[in-house]
């Protein structure tokens, strides 16, 4: 919504009427025929008369006019013109040379004395310090501001002073308290009949009413506001209006409706040039394409509504911009981006709002109404004073008939010392319970200081605590892919030997002698009747005994070779068992104590890796002690085990494979159960040494800089420490995981 620029440019042009095209073509030929000081009015109420469409026209004029009035010494007329120009910079968003203009009018305004153009020039110095985000430096103008018109009982600068009031405390999500301000100045508005005032308030009320979802209630204000500013034909209240219907609609979850009043909003301010509203509406633009799923079209005007949030530099709109282009990253799942833009919306929105400058503001509003009080209890002390001195005069008359002696006179003196004593000790008095009470004012600070810190430091711990549960998720995740991809790797291997195993028994069956066997079996029965006879006398007979013998003995070595082949089938269906077995004790295993032996997991690892250990002919030496279990997560140690025999596997591929060596080392003392993995592999640059464990840290080409990272992470969450040791390339290296005993 732009709320904060409609209510800056309605108490801008506060003076200002709409004028029709009869009166502009009135003012253009008065100029003609008008000299001096007449001729610089003009000028200005002709630059005045553009404000609302054609800033250039505004800006040109107001410097004639300006011009004119250096000339002929006309300090009213170039305090008025200045302000036209600041204004003309303010509508094409630049601001700073706004705020700059603006002080020399405030300048001039002082040296002529006029309080109700001073009131006005500091609110309008305020409204600018709003759209920058200032909102300190904001409520200090509107404070004196709205002090000098309840002087002069200006009725519509109250009013005014009241909406922004208003404003400012919505910014700081005082809710409550800006409605209680527009409702002031709606009252005011209604009792002049103030159209322009009325509208700017039934929109500002309007947006309260949509923070507190109140919809009925806003939309209300909304069509109020809309109603007048098109009988007005005031185009940025008609594009604040359509711009804040929208997001009625949106909030409705009617998307197209949303993006109809959305566009005519952008097209009313494009046409007027205005780079806050164009910003402003098309992030919002930008935000129902997001809802509706075209996030290339959401894209397109989020970019463009940060380029010219950057260029008019509002803090506001940037910040918007940002948390829309974080949230789109992040459905797009690109969460590096994502996490960017996140970044510099906390960034801008911490410049923007503290506790701090909250608090300032609450102390300003406070010390507004404190002196209002004061200036009101030193009037009514006045009036006391004055009516004390005029007993004090009459005493003091009758004193002068009756005092006739000296006596009378030494008695007044001692009675006049005492009350001077006793007045020199109240004094005194009142300096001491100042002086406490300052003491505890600045105490009471501290303490709320002490405190505030203290808020910001936990919210601080809570922002770290989640940020470490999503990256420990994460390398959870990873280690158990990790993991599981180690699993399938060496469960392939091991189904290769097994079906090398099935088809040779295979083969061995095919051509097996039994067959053979079953052609003798069928002779044999062949001469049941005569197989003594058979055996003796026929030459095929002769020739059983042998031929069995023979075939027997070759029956019973294919029985040897084939119980040797379902020997090696069997090993490798149990390889495959314990692989799948230690695969499932420790994946998806998080946030749960198990009572565990270091040694025995170490082993899981080990068989997880068996079958690289074989290919890469590297050689395992364990040098484990007796260690006593430990409770822990063994999810989160698991990975840590994982990572680390990994990487230590990956420091030998470059080396010969006769010298390929990793050393397991498991111990304990009071303190620490430690681990430690030893290659003898490429070895670390002691430059590296320091950062080996820094978030993207990774000297392979195709590296992530995860493993170790989330491991440190790992160790750290459990309270334990994760140590590196290398004497440099071609030394190998020793990583030390230390587990705490308790």
């Known amino acids: 919504m732009i709320m904060k620029l409609l209510c800056f440019l309605f108490v801008l ?9 009869t009166l502009i073509d009135s003012l253009e030929n008065q100029i003609k025929i008008t000299d001096n000081e007449g001729k610089v009015d003009y000028l200005n109420e002709l630059a005045q008369a553009y404000k609302s469409n054609l800033p250039e026209k505004t800006m040109e004029y107001g410097n004639k006019a300006l011009e004119l009035s250096k000339k002929i010494n006309y300090k009213e007329g170039e305090a008025k013109a200045l302000n036209n120009i600041a204004t003309a910079h303010y509508i094409s968003s630049d601001y700073n040379k706004s705020i700059e203009i603006f002080l020399e009018v405030l300048q001039i305004f002082e040296e002529i004395e006029d309080k109700k153009n001073i009131a006005q020039t500091l609110n309008n110095i305020g409204l600018t310090y709003n759209v920058l985000s200032k909102y300190e430096i904001s409520l200090y103008y509107h404070l004196k501001s709205l002090k000098i018109r309840e002087e002069i009982g200006n009725k519509i600068g109250i009013a005014a002073s009241y909406n922004n009031m208003g404003n400012i405390n919505w910014e700081m999500m005082n809710h409550d308290g800006a409605l209680e301000y527009y409702k002031k100045s709606l009252k005011i508005y209604e009792e002049i009949n103030n159209k322009d005032g009325i509208a700017i308030t039934n929109n500002n009320m309007g947006n309260i ?68 509203g164009i910003a402003n509406t098309s992030n919002n633009i930008g935000e129902l394409y997001f809802l509706l799923g075209n996030y290339d079209e959401a894209f397109s005007y989020f970019q463009r509504s940060l380029k010219l949030a950057e260029e008019i530099e509002a803090k506001s709109l940037i910040k918007n911009s940002y948390q829309s282009l974080s949230n789109l990253y992040t459905i797009k799942e690109n969460y590096q981006k994502a996490m960017e833009y996140f970044k510099l919306y906390t960034e801008v929105k911490d410049s923007i709002f503290t506790e701090e400058s909250s608090e300032k503001i609450a102390e300003m509003q406070t010390k507004y109404e404190t002196e209002k009080k ?9 009036d006391n004073d004055i009516q004390k001195l005029e007993i004090i005069k009459q005493q003091n008359l009758r004193n002068s008939f009756i005092a006739i002696s000296t006596l009378v006179l030494i008695l007044a003196f001692v009675i006049y010392a005492r009350y001077r004593s006793k007045q020199k000790t109240n004094i005194i008095l009142n300096q001491k319970n100042t002086e406490i009470e300052n003491a505890n004012t600045k105490l009471n600070q501290k303490n709320k200081q ?6 910001q430091l936990s919210e601080t711990l809570q922002e770290l605590r989640e940020t470490q549960k999503m990256l420990t998720d994460t390398a959870h995740r990873a280690g158990m892919a990790e993991i599981a991809t180690g699993i399938l790797h060496n469960v392939g291997n091991v189904l290769n030997s ?43 007979g002769k020739m059983l005994p ?34 799948i077995a230690v695969q499932q004790s420790y994946a998806g295993v998080t946030g749960v104590l198990e009572k565990i032996a270091l040694s025995d997991m170490m082993d899981d690892v080990l068989k997880m890796h068996v079958e690289m250990f074989l290919k890469y002919k590297i050689k395992i030496t364990k040098k484990y002690s007796k260690v006593k279990p430990i409770l822990i997560e063994k999810g989160k140690l698991i990975q840590v085990f994982v990572n680390l025999i990994k990487n230590a596997k990956e420091s030998l591929e470059t080396k010969d494979e006769k010298d390929r060596i990793i050393t397991i080392n498991i111990s304990e003392d009071n303190q620490y159960k430690t681990v430690e993995i030893t290659d003898n592999g490429t070895g670390i640059p002691k430059k590296n040494l320091t950062k080996i464990f820094s978030y993207g840290f990774s000297t392979k080409k195709e590296g992530k800089g995860f493993g170790l990272h989330t491991s440190a992470l790992a160790m750290t969450e459990i309270k334990g420490k994760l140590i590196v040791k290398s004497d440099g390339i071609g030394k190998g290296a020793k990583l030390i995981v230390k587990v705490p005993v308790e």
């Open 374 to 382: 004061e200036k009101e209890n030193e009037i009514l002390k006045k």
């Open 450 to 455: 002490i405190t505030r810190q203290k808020d």
């Open 546 to 579: 042998e031929y069995l013998l023979k075939v027997g003995t070759i029956l019973k070595d294919e029985q040897e070779n084939s119980l040797l082949e379902l020997s090696t089938l069997h090993t490798g269906i149990n390889h495959i068992e314990e692989i």
């Open 13 to 21: 042009i506060l003076s200002i009427n709409l004028f029709p095209e």
């Open 209 to 276: 009413f949509f923070v507190l979802k109140k919809f009925n209630q806003s939309s209300k204000c909304f069509i109020k506001s809309l109603t007048i500013y098109e009988e007005l034909n005031n185009k940025y209240g008609i594009a604040a209006a359509l711009n804040n219907i929208a997001f009625v609609f949106k909030e409705a979850e009617n998307y197209n409706k949303a993006l109809e009043y959305s566009f005519r909003s952008l097209k009313t301010s494009e046409e007027m040039q205005e780079k806050a």
């Open 498 to 540: 097994v079906k090398v195993s099935s088809q040779l028994l295979k083969e061995k069956l095919i051509s097996s002698k039994v067959n053979n066997l079953q052609k003798v079996l069928t002779l044999m029965e062949e001469h049941t009747d005569n197989i003594g006879e058979f055996i003796t006398s026929d030459e095929k």
